[in-house]
């Protein structure tokens, strides 16, 4: 079982930054991968970002360049940085764990003003 808590969303205007952080329950070193999802209204949830336990990080092709997935293995934590925002930005973004099954966190909101 993997508890994640999430934070760092919120309101900014468009080019700011913001970063997001996901805590896991236990140690990063016994989770295969973690990372972030989005999903906008009325659209479908999508990968934004993902690290693996061998430090292989992957992202999607709207945000690279512009969002950087990274982690704290003393305080369990994945974060990700997101500059130059946009409004297409704006959604929920949920973080996951994998480990052997996924886990959700509860999600966060990013709203990015034009």
């Known amino acids: 079982q993997v508890q994640l808590v999430e934070s760092g969303g919120g309101l900014v205007q468009a080019g700011g930054s913001l970063r997001l952080s996901c805590a896991a329950s236990?140690?990063?070193?016994?989770?295969?991968?973690m990372g972030w999802y989005r999903q906008a209204p009325g659209k479908e949830r999508e990968l934004v970002a993902r690290?693996?336990?061998?430090?292989?990080?992957n992202y999607a092709d709207s945000v690279k360049g512009r969002f950087t997935i990274s982690r704290e293995y003393a305080k369990n934590t994945v974060y990700l940085q997101m500059n130059s925002l946009k409004p297409e930005d704006t959604a929920v973004y949920y973080c996951y764990a994998d480990k052997i099954r996924l886990y959700w966190g509860q999600g966060t909101q990013v709203t990015v003003s034009s």
């Open positions: 690290i693996t336990l061998g430090g292989r990080s």
């Open positions: 236990i140690s990063l070193f016994s989770i295969d991968a």
